[in-house]
């Protein structure tokens, strides 16, 4: 509501008084969508992007070396003559010398700044906003006489009633309006003592849950606010609480998930790795199979599919399958190697489980610390602001977090993702690549890479043995696509090999490889 007629009129009133005869001495842009006027009494700064559209008086403000656009070159060295502000309207007009205006247009979306000479509109501040080039100045409709005597104190049946007399009521006053009207006050009271308190001269900063706000009015009683008297400090108060709570909540919001998204990851991953675990630890042990062909061979006929045993461990009938092309014995050793790879599986996963819980350890430390950082909801404003001690804690923890990240991407010469239990590495550029492909993958591991492209090596951890599923694959070709020149591309193909099919000829430049077998995959690119 800073840029509400009642707040603009109050404004207007008192930049009549201060800048009566004052000079221009510069206006330029050195931030999107602002405009700074710099006249020898004080300097407005003047925002026309929504939701913080703005008109600010300030002491002084730093004018940057570069970047900056000087505007409306006419009007320098002129004399401000008045400034007033249009009947109804979120208008407000600053007259110059020599038939020069400066239009304050502030209309949410469509807040621009228009220089006129004579009554005509010759130039803009925000350029896409073309029809302002024929705007004419006139008041707005004020018809007391349509509020209806009666109105259901609904927020919505009452902006609807306030429209009806003027389209400057908005929302935050047809709240109040309903909240008085709820207290015991008719539709009319309650319409006259909100705007007495609009024209009043005192204004409320109120801390919302997503931004900064100013009211005309008390506002309601479990909203954090500070009272201030006059529209120049208050305006002044709004600025310095505007962007640093919305800096803040973004910050925030950016550690929040930077976090609890790896957290997340890690928990799932240590549940998928537990499940495989005991997956595996309660399967029949195929030793224990072996064993029991060993010891019953004489009764297994040739080219059976199945045998019943009798199982000497835990009693009763055991039904084994059996592969009709071996003989007996080469079923027990077949059931003797499949032991063997099922140890190695649960050796890696074990290590695995280690590996990603010690991680998970660390990722909660982290979290336990974010939770002792003011949340955006918890911080106070007062007369200056808010204190540089409540916002501190984030700005630290912030820049340990990009610390850490910056010195574990160093540590690690790839982007690690995981898949139901298989952990997926993305080359980060040419000589990562190589480090990834020749010193951390081992030579039964996967190795994939976009096909004919520039792009990184991604591979996929061998998990003894186990072949990696076609979901999987697909994942682990869908992130090789992306990241390669390809990524815009519907479709790409994307080579994969073990990676002991893949070597590095002398002399060879980073990142490139020779691929003796390779198969082909055509997939969609997918970031993650």
């Given at each position: 509501m800073h840029f509400h007629y009642f707040a603009l009129r109050r404004l207007?009133?008192?930049?009549?008084?201060?800048?009566?005869?004052?000079?221009?001495?510069?206006?330029?842009?050195?931030?999107?969508?602002?405009?700074?006027?710099?006249?020898?009494?004080?300097?407005l700064r003047i925002g026309c992007a929504t939701p913080h559209t703005y008109v600010v008086p300030v002491a002084d403000f730093s004018k940057a070396r570069r970047n900056v656009a000087d505007l409306f070159p006419e009007i320098l060295g002129l004399h401000i003559t008045g400034a007033y502000s249009i009947d109804w309207e979120r208008v407000m007009v600053l007259n110059l010398e020599n038939g020069y205006d400066l239009i304050l247009k502030m209309h949410g979306i469509r807040a621009n700044v228009l220089l006129r000479k004579d009554e005509e509109v010759v130039?803009?501040?925000?350029?896409?906003?073309?029809?302002?080039?024929?705007?004419?100045?006139?008041p707005g409709l004020y018809e007391p006489h349509l509020l209806p005597e009666t109105c259901s104190a609904?927020?919505?049946?009452?902006?609807?009633?306030?429209?009806?007399?003027?389209?400057?009521?908005?929302?935050?006053?047809?709240?109040?309006v309903c909240t008085r009207m709820q207290e015991g006050l008719s539709l009319r009271a309650a319409f006259d003592e909100v705007n007495a308190a609009c024209d009043s001269g005192e204004y409320y900063l109120v801390k919302e849950p997503t931004q900064m706000r100013m009211l005309l009015f008390p506002p309601p009683a479990d909203l954090p606010s500070v009272q201030v008297s006059g529209i120049a400090p208050a305006l002044l108060l709004l600025i310095r609480t505007l962007y640093p709570f919305d800096s803040y909540r973004r910050m925030y919001k950016s550690c929040e998930d930077e976090v609890k998204k790896p957290l997340d990851k890690l928990r799932k991953l240590v549940d998928s790795?537990?499940?495989?675990?005991?997956?595996?630890?309660?399967?029949?042990?195929?030793?224990?199979?072996?064993?029991?062909?060993?010891?019953?061979?004489?009764?297994?006929?040739?080219?059976?599919?199945?045998?019943?045993?009798?199982?000497?461990?835990i009693g009763g009938t055991l039904t084994v399958k059996l592969d009709p092309r071996l003989s007996p014995q080469q079923n027990a050793t077949r059931y003797y190697e499949k032991h063997k790879d099922r140890k190695l599986r649960l050796q890696y996963l074990q290590e695995q489980l280690a590996d990603t819980e010690q991680k998970l350890q660390e990722a909660q430390v982290l979290a336990d610390a974010f939770a002792e950082v003011?949340?955006?909801?918890?911080?106070?404003?007062?007369?200056?602001?808010?204190?540089?001690?409540?916002?501190?804690?984030l700005r630290d923890f912030a820049k340990s977090l990009s610390k850490a990240s910056a010195e574990s991407d160093k540590e690690r010469p790839y982007r690690l993702y995981f898949l139901d239990g298989f952990e997926i590495m993305v080359g980060r550029n040419a000589r990562s690549n190589d480090e990834l492909s020749f010193h951390v993958a081992a030579k039964n591991d996967l190795w994939l890479h976009a096909k004919d492209v520039t792009g990184s090596h991604v591979v996929i951890r061998s998990k003894g043995g186990q072949g990696v599923p076609d979901h999987v694959l697909e994942y682990a070709a869908g992130l090789a696509?992306?990241?390669?020149?390809?990524?815009?591309e519907a479709y790409v193909p994307v080579s994969y090999t073990s990676r002991k099919y893949i070597r590095k000829r002398k002399g060879d430049p980073p990142g490139m490889v020779v691929?003796?077998?390779?198969?082909?995959i055509l997939v969609a690119p997918v970031k993650e």
């Open positions: 207007a009133s008192y930049l009549s008084d201060e800048l009566q005869g004052e000079v221009v001495v510069s206006c330029f842009s050195q931030n999107k969508n602002e405009l700074i006027l710099e006249t020898s009494a004080l300097t130039a803009l501040f925000t350029q896409k906003v073309e029809e302002d080039l024929s705007y004419v100045l006139k609904n927020e919505q049946e009452v902006l609807k009633a306030l429209r009806q007399v003027s389209a400057v009521y908005e929302k935050n006053i047809a709240r109040r790795q537990l499940h495989s675990i005991l997956h595996i630890e309660e399967e029949r042990s195929p030793e224990e199979i072996g064993h029991l062909l060993m010891a019953q061979l004489h009764l297994i006929e040739n080219e059976a599919r199945t045998i019943d045993l009798e199982d000497y461990y003011p949340t955006p909801e918890s911080l106070v404003h007062g007369p200056q602001g808010f204190a540089q001690a409540s916002l501190t804690p696509a992306y990241f390669s020149k390809r990524r815009s691929v003796d077998r390779e198969e082909v």
